[in-house]
């Protein structure tokens, strides 16, 4: 009887530091150091890893750079006085920001791209023009969406996509990745803090008509729908377009998943969730919670006009 190995115990960890001392900070920064690839570690890196945001960490050690060189980790930095950004002129960053447009065929770029392809990151774009924004209208670029306002609708819109994509609420760094299109500091900017967004989207979930001829399916946690339907909200279902509400019911009853195959956006990025009629519209039906499901991309263009599957 051969023997077997005794099978490892599962190693539970929090998403998020317990503190946020400086001590913990660097003990972070070294822990995503450890585990990431060779070469420059970009605050980019650092966020797909660590447990704790990126910008704290710059503003608790004034740079990106100086909390690489309190960790220990100054060879990890993409800024290392080796590529000498210093003697870079401003018009050679400029330039350099140009080149880096017109080789990835982008008329925008973001931090991102930065950190990933030059030998400077934002940091120097902060120095010498104040913003990162500065340095690519003084370079010529396109500027891109991330400062402007946004609506309640479109922060809205913006956060049952991430929502949807990860299965549950995102969290303030997700908001900074895709599939989002709307930062973090624009929802502070907007609501004051991200719990008060996380609370003003699921208020605004709460007032979205619930239309229904069945009783429906319970929800999943976190988020406890108890908005009553009323009489006016009947002419609801004689409309096609499906609120925000309403999806994000439909998403949070289905788990997030596609009802057909199963497959889900928290495990397969490449998937995409819709909320779609059962009985189609152009046949009849409703625009009801019981009239509609969650479908991936894939089984909602192979199923067409059809409701008999």
Known sequence: ????????????????????????????????????????????????????????????????????????????????????????????????????SRRLGKAELTVFDVED??????????????????????????????????????????MLAVWTHHGRPPQYREMGLPPSTVGGKAYRKRFGTW???????????????DVSTTEPTPVAEPVVIDHEPSAVQESTRDKREISLGLRFRVLNRDRFKCVLCGDSPSVNPTCVLHVDHIVPWSKGGRTAIDNLRSLCSACNLGRGNRYLD
């Open 1 to 100: 009887m051969t023997n077997q190995p005794s099978p490892q115990p599962l190693v539970f960890q929090l998403d998020r530091l317990a503190e946020y001392t400086d001590a913990a900070i660097l003990n972070e920064l070294r822990r995503v150091a450890a585990i990431a690839p060779d070469g420059p570690l970009t605050q980019r890196i650092f966020e797909q890893h660590s447990r704790v945001g990126r910008n704290t960490v710059s503003r608790r050690f004034g740079s990106w750079g100086q909390a690489l060189n309190s960790a220990g980790l100054s060879n990890r930095w993409a800024e290392s006085p080796q590529v000498a950004v210093q003697k870079l002129t401003n018009q050679e960053i400029l330039s350099a920001l140009a080149d880096l």
């Open 195 to 209: 719990n008060k967004a996380l609370a003003a989207f699921v208020e605004r979930v709460n007032i979205d008509p």
């Open 117 to 158: 392809h030059l030998p400077f990151g934002p940091d120097t774009l902060r120095k010498r023009w104040g913003s990162s924004r500065s340095a690519f209208e003084a370079a010529g670029l396109a500027l891109s969406n991330l400062g402007r306002r946004y609506t309640d609708e479109e922060c809205f819109d913006n």
